[in-house]
Antibody, heavy 121, light 109 residues
Framework: EVQLLESGGGLVQPGGSLRLSCAAS????????MNWVRQAPGKGLEWVSV????????SYADSVKGRFSLSSDNSKNTLFLQMNSLRADDTAIYYC??????????????WGQGTLVTVSS | SVLTQPPSVSAAPGQRVTISCSGS????????VSWYQQLPGTAPKLLMY???KRPSGIPDRFSGSKSGTSAALGITGLQTGDEADYYC???????????FGGGTQLTVL
């Protein structure tokens, strides 16, 4: 069964750092474009970042560019999101999602259960 | 949000509802649309991809369509279990990012 399991969320002070993990099972992570999407409390979905299949390209939303960075450990089939200089508006549930790309079509499936990041003093 | 959805829609059980998603030539106009269902307290789940294709396990009460720079999700035979937030999503070729609509809350009265 294809599954994603996030971990690493928690409470952090403004300006602090946190590293999220997304463990994949049932498929090989490096063969897909892996994404992070976040959802602030009571708000909609916001795409955060993507690591291309093969792991050679990353892309970030303007709101996190320069502060967040993606990496992966292929031996552990795990994706990481390093979050630095955290701000209150980074407070959200962070979801890991596998991207599928077919020509001009792109969709996210499956999604993990999410991990909550709270930035507060 | 880059894509525009109505904040909420409602209908009675057994009825049909349509949720719209409006964008531009840089996103919906030149790329396929996907839809996601988020039941209360759970993670989003893929409901529709490539405008109108249903993943395995999604009933045919759900349908998708696209015309120009707009897309729509249709749900027939509404059930109370369909109460959820629904999001459209696509790739934006100008921004080079994935974009979502603001979400539509469906209430089955």
């Amino acid at each position: 069964e294809v599954q994603l399991l996030e971990s690493g969320g928690g409470l952090v002070q403004p300006g602090g750092s946190l590293r999220l993990s997304c463990a994949a099972s049932g498929f090989t992570l490096r063969n897909y474009a892996m994404n992070w999407v976040r959802q602030a409390p009571g708000k909609g979905l916001e795409w955060v970042s993507v690591l291309s299949g093969g792991g050679d390209t990353t892309s970030y939303a303007d709101s996190v560019k320069g502060r967040f960075s993606l990496s992966s450990d292929n031996s552990k089939n795990t994706l990481f999101l390093q979050m630095n200089s955290l701000r209150a508006d980074d407070t959200a549930i962070y979801y890991c999602a596998r991207g599928r790309i077919v020509g001009a079509a792109f969709w996210l499936d499956p999604w993990g259960q999410g991990t909550l990041v709270t930035v507060s003093s | 949000s880059v894509l525009t959805q109505p904040p909420s829609v409602s209908a009675a059980p057994g009825q049909r509802v349509t949720i719209s998603c409006s964008g531009s030539s840089s996103n919906i106009g030149n790329n396929y649309v996907s839809w996601y269902q988020q039941l209360p307290g759970t993670a989003p789940k893929l409901l529709m991809y490539e405008n109108n294709k249903r993943p395995s396990g999604i009933p045919d009460r759900f349908s998708g369509s696209k015309s120009g720079t707009s897309a729509a999700l249709g749900i027939t035979g509404l059930q109370t279990g369909d109460e959820a937030d629904y999001y459209c999503g696509t790739w934006d070729s100008s921004l080079s990012v994935t974009v979502f609509g603001g979400g539509t809350q469906l209430t089955v009265l």
